[in-house]
Nanobody
C-alpha cells in the first residue's frame, strides 16, 4: 500500500495563498491518481483536485477550478496543491490520497476509489 505524508497548510486571510505538499512512497510518475480531498465537521469528504502521475493531467472540482493548481517536484518526489484566492469556505482538513489507475479518462473523484490516505492537514481561511 502506498504511504502518503501530508504537510503544509495553516491559516491565511481571505484572498491569500497556501501550498500543501504530499510525498508518496511510490514514484509520482507512476500510474496512480494522486489528489486531495477536504472535509469539515458538517460536510462529507469533498474532492478538490487530482493529477495522474503517468501523464500529469489534472482535474479539479468546480469550486476550486482556476484558483487551485497541482504541480510535481520530481527532484523531491513530491506533489503540491497550490491554493490561491482562498475563501472562508475553503476552510477544512485537507487529505492527500492515492489510487492505482490505468484508464485514459480524468482521475476519479469519488473517495471510494482511493485506498491510500495521508494524515490530513488543517487549512483555515479567515474572513
Amino acid at each position: 500500500q502506498v504511504q502518503l505524508v501530508d504537510s503544509g497548510g495553516g491559516s491565511v486571510q481571505t484572498g491569500g495563498s497556501l501550498s500543501l505538499a504530499c510525498k508518496p512512497s511510490v514514484d509520482i510518475d507512476s500510474p496512480y491518481c494522486f489528489g486531495w480531498f477536504r472535509q469539515t465537521p458538517t460536510k462529507q469528504r469533498e474532492a478538490v483536485g487530482f493529477i495522474y502521475g503517468r501523464t500529469s493531467r489534472t482535474n479539479f472540482a468546480d469550486s476550486v477550478r482556476g484558483r487551485f493548481a497541482i504541480s510535481q517536484d520530481r527532484s523531491n518526489n513530491t506533489l503540491y496543491l497550490r491554493m490561491s484566492r482562498l475563501r472562508p469556505e475553503d476552510t477544512a482538513v485537507y487529505y492527500c490520497a492515492a489510487g492505482y489507475y490505468s484508464g485514459a479518462d480524468s482521475c476519479p473523484t469519488s473517495a471510494n476509489y482511493y485506498y491510500s490516505w495521508g494524515q490530513g492537514t488543517q487549512v483555515t481561511v479567515a474572513s
